[in-house]
């Protein structure tokens, strides 16, 4: 399985962005897919996930401004992220699970400033 990861960027406090994490190779054993996001001296966290069944969870420092949607007709998740805090900035990575194993995606960073 291989992830391709794009939509990130600089966005000002209150702005919106959505990234978008495509899946290609052997992607029919995918039943999960997700983002988890990684800010400077901090553990990386989990921001939010779908299964293909069509559930979907956010964390709770997400929940209200951030959603995730899986798109099966292209392979492909998104995450729309409103209302940006500072505290938002951080490297988010695109992740694909399958069974027990666990696919990543490169980093796309996200940085919310003035």
């Known amino acids: 399985v291989q992830l391709q990861a794009s939509g990130g960027g600089l966005v000002q406090p209150g702005g919106s962005l959505r990234l978008s994490c495509a899946a290609s190779g052997s992607i029919r054993g995918i039943n999960v897919m997700g983002w988890y996001r990684q800010a400077p001296g901090k553990q990386r966290e989990l921001v939010a996930r779908a299964s293909s069944g069509g559930s979907t969870m956010h964390g709770d420092y997400v929940k209200g401004r951030f959603t995730i949607s899986w798109d099966n007709a292209k392979n492909t998740v998104h995450l729309q992220m409103n209302s940006l805090k500072p505290e938002d900035t951080a490297v988010y990575y695109c992740?694909?699970?399958?069974?027990?194993?666990?696919?990543w995606g490169q980093g796309t960073q996200v940085t919310v400033s003035s």
């Open positions: 992740y694909a699970q399958t069974g027990l194993n666990i696919y």
